[in-house]
């Protein structure tokens, strides 16, 4: 064997070992950079080249990687290692051109060549809006496929149905794995999603008894506080509320076993970690939710990097400190989390802003928008059009509270230019700057909008329903519009009611008793 075939696998044994792919986050070259050209060098320069330069060809594909690789195929055209690392590199170049097809095509290259990039083609497939494709790939799931992408590749999914206003085909694809009996082959941290997809199909087709069927599936209490609130399926109240038992507490205990038994079958998974810590905190056991998250500690400890299933899993814990009322602890473990460096963990942009927006909702208004403005700085680089509204909110809600009304406006004019994306945000920046009366006319057009109800009635519902966010009791309850704006009232009812004492869940009922005591 030459020892250009030797380090090229040796070399891409790491990437095509596993045939997987996250979403991804490399693929970013500067604009117009220089295109390597190899034509003068000999062939074990180039190789030798690509072994020092290490992951180069990924993260430059289209000015290294397809360059260096096209040379290294030519030297060496029956190498099948040299092959994968020319496909793979195009496409990603092509993917980065936004040359979709041409990406596809490459794809299709290392395919038969054995090697399947599932996550690459979902998110080629995802960028090319190509939906009936991505139907068609998702439809023919089974176990071992969803193994292989992320929860950011497979939520990604999700969204593009959600983008393209065809959630029903997905729905439809999901009722069928129950039907077909699949639903055993996918992994535990999907089959509640997957279920849940399905049960509304099950809705929509008046299929009740399939409906009932499902909910054995269903086991969080966020998505039965949903379904008790939200007058689509009232006709089904009666079945959902005796599957999740008073004060939810039957589907609050099974949560818990079922997110334990899949962290303790596979205790490295991140996200089945902070998953478990999720499910304790929705069930009020908010001690147990803080000792487990403490074993990041350990980790830590024996020096394991952070992941973004362990920082989810502090956020909860410094969640549940709020709630026992040790928010100084609390204060701890987000300053934590803030001080990870987004270059090397972009997901931190959601906790500088879950911080900022903590301390905003306390009261806390000079370190509020201390923690937003750095929130912001980070939100530039790495967050969404919702992080941003959620900071802008944050801004205008701690700037009218310090009687800085004269820099509210570039806030407002950003929550109402966005407010499609984050209706909840745009309507408490609009109450913080006394602008009720456009909060809720705003609100009353959300709700006779099937596009936009979801959003309306989620910002009309009342905050002690939320198990996740820690209480915000100094930014104002968009509900407070109901009592004198009957028109608004009314047209909640009819989609929305609340939920009955005896279906308050038990951490909500818990926190309350912390509180008074």
């Not at 072994?51 to 690789?69: A, D, H, K, L, M």
């Amino acid at each position: 064997m030459s020892i250009f075939r030797a380090g090229a696998r040796a070399i891409l044994t790491t990437v095509f070992a596993a045939g997987t792919l996250a979403t991804p986050a490399f693929a970013q070259e500067d604009s117009e950079p220089e295109i390597a050209d190899f034509s003068g060098m000999r062939p074990q320069d180039v190789f030798s080249m690509y072994q020092e330069t290490g992951n180069r060809w990924i993260r430059e594909p289209c000015t290294f990687g397809v360059p260096i690789t096209q040379y290294m195929s030519r030297a060496a055209p029956e190498d099948v290692a040299v092959k994968r690392a020319e496909f793979f590199a195009s496409a990603l170049c092509a993917e980065q051109q936004e040359r979709f097809g041409d990406a596809i095509t490459a794809l299709d290259k290392l395919d038969a060549l054995g090697i399947e990039y599932l996550g690459l083609r979902l998110y080629v497939l995802r960028r090319a809006g190509d939906i009936d494709a991505l139907r068609d790939l998702f439809a023919g799931f089974d176990g071992e496929d969803f193994g292989e992408i992320d929860n950011q590749g497979f939520w990604g999914i999700y969204r593009a149905f959600d983008e393209a206003d065809r959630v029903e085909e997905i729905e439809d694809i999901a009722l069928r794995w129950w039907s077909e009996g699949k639903f055993e082959s996918i992994p535990l941290e999907y089959r509640e999603s997957v279920a849940t997809t399905a049960f509304e199909a099950a809705v929509r087709r008046g299929d009740e008894a399939l409906a009932r069927d499902l909910l054995s599936e269903l086991a969080s209490p966020q998505t039965y506080i949903e379904l008790l609130i939200d007058r689509d399926y009232e006709a089904l109240w009666p079945v959902i509320a005796e599957r999740a038992g008073p004060n939810l507490v039957r589907v609050g205990e099974e949560a818990v076993a079922k997110a334990k038994a899949e962290f303790e079958a596979d205790p490295a998974n991140r996200d089945s970690f902070s998953n478990y810590a999720y499910m304790l905190h929705f069930n009020g056991q908010f001690e147990a939710a803080i000792e487990l998250a403490q074993q990041w500690r350990e980790r830590e400890s024996d020096g394991e990097g952070i992941e973004e299933g362990d920082a989810w899993a502090l956020n909860i814990e410094a969640y549940a400190y709020d709630s026992l009322g040790q928010p100084e602890k609390a204060d701890a473990v987000f300053d934590q989390l803030a001080s990870y460096a987004p270059e090397q963990h972009d997901w931190v942009v959601n906790f500088v802003i879950n911080r900022g927006s903590r301390l905003v909702g306390q009261g806390r208004w000079d370190e509020g928008l201390e923690a937003a403005a750095l929130a912001r700085k980070v939100a530039e680089d790495y967050g969404t059009t919702y992080a941003r509204m959620i900071i802008a909110r944050d801004h205008a809600c701690g700037l009218m509270a310090l009687g800085r009304e004269n820099e509210v406006a570039p806030e407002l004019e950003f929550l109402r230019e966005n407010a499609s994306e984050a209706l909840g945000m745009a309507i408490v920046g609009l109450i913080c700057a006394g602008e009720e009366d456009e909060a809720a006319a705003m609100l009353l057009k959300g709700l006779k909008s099937e596009d936009d109800r979801e959003a309306a009635i989620g910002a009309l519902a009342s905050s002690d329903l939320d198990l996740f966010y820690t209480a915000s009791p100094a930014t104002p309850d968009p509900s407070d519009l109901l009592s004198d704006r009957p028109e608004l009232a009314a047209e909640l009812g009819k989609h929305y009611r609340d939920l009955p004492t005896e279906l308050v869940p038990r951490a909500t009922l818990r926190r309350k008793e912390l509180a008074a005591d």
